[in-house]
């Protein structure tokens, strides 16, 4: 039955399998439809379906973590002209399956009415180099928040690593903490406010190019 929950599912795989797939090598949109069916994370339909916001760490955690298991075991075909093909295992960090996680839910949740519900406050914002590029050179925290402490956060997180697709679980709870500091009272998936799709699409033109 084609109903209005696979009509989102589809336009949040192919969403989530662009996001995440960006200079990893085997990562299609169809791996990241299996991942997602696979991992189960493809069943969550409304926001009922999600956690209170004090579960959501664990719960996104767990998500991650069966998209990474998911992973194992598939293999994609490299080509090089003049080389031979060579079959590779997959590779899912837990940097790139939160991007996938994140992104999904972002466009099968949030983005599909469900903001206000009380559950989806504290999901967490897809990490990529375009948000945190802008979340390092912006004051406008909330006014309820400690700049100092979101600072000192933000360089502990940025020591461990700067690149999205390398993070562990470490470092990518040591960002989401300091993306929480950061937001104070509001929703932690608002943070995106910062984020701009032109940033990234304006460095890809030519330089002679005045927008």
């Known amino acids: 039955m084609y109903d209005i929950h696979e009509h989102r599912h589809r336009v949040a795989v192919w969403a989530a399998g ?32 999600l956690p209170p916001p004090d579960e959501m760490n664990e719960f996104i955690h767990q998500r991650i973590q069966a998209v990474i298991d998911a992973s194992k075991g598939l293999y994609y ?12 295992a997959l590779v899912c960090t837990y940097g790139r399956a939160q991007k996938l996680v994140n992104m999904y839910l972002k466009l099968k949740i949030i983005c599909a009415g469900y ?43 940025k020591d461990m690593s700067k690149t999205w697709t ?18 104070g009272d509001q929703p932690l998936w608002a943070i995106e406010r910062l984020w701009n799709p032109e940033r990234e699409a304006l460095s890809a033109l030519p330089s002679a190019i005045n927008v």
């Open 166 to 183: 390398t993070f562990d679980r470490t470092t990518y709870e040591a960002y989401i903490s300091a993306i929480r500091t950061f937001q």
């Open 18 to 49: 662009r996001a995440y797939s960006r200079q990893g090598p085997g990562h299609t949109i169809a791996v990241a439809k299996h991942l997602i069916e696979k991992s189960g994370l493809g069943v969550i339909n409304t926001a009922d379906q």
């Open 115 to 157: 903001h206000d519900h009380p559950h989806v406050k504290a999901m967490h914002p897809p990490l990529d180099a375009v948000l945190l590029q802008a979340l390092d050179s912006s004051n406008a925290i909330d006014q309820e928040s400690d700049l100092l402490v979101f600072r000192e956060k933000l360089q502990a997180a």
């Open 77 to 88: 075909t490299k080509r090089a002209k003049g080389e031979p093909d060579v079959r590779k």
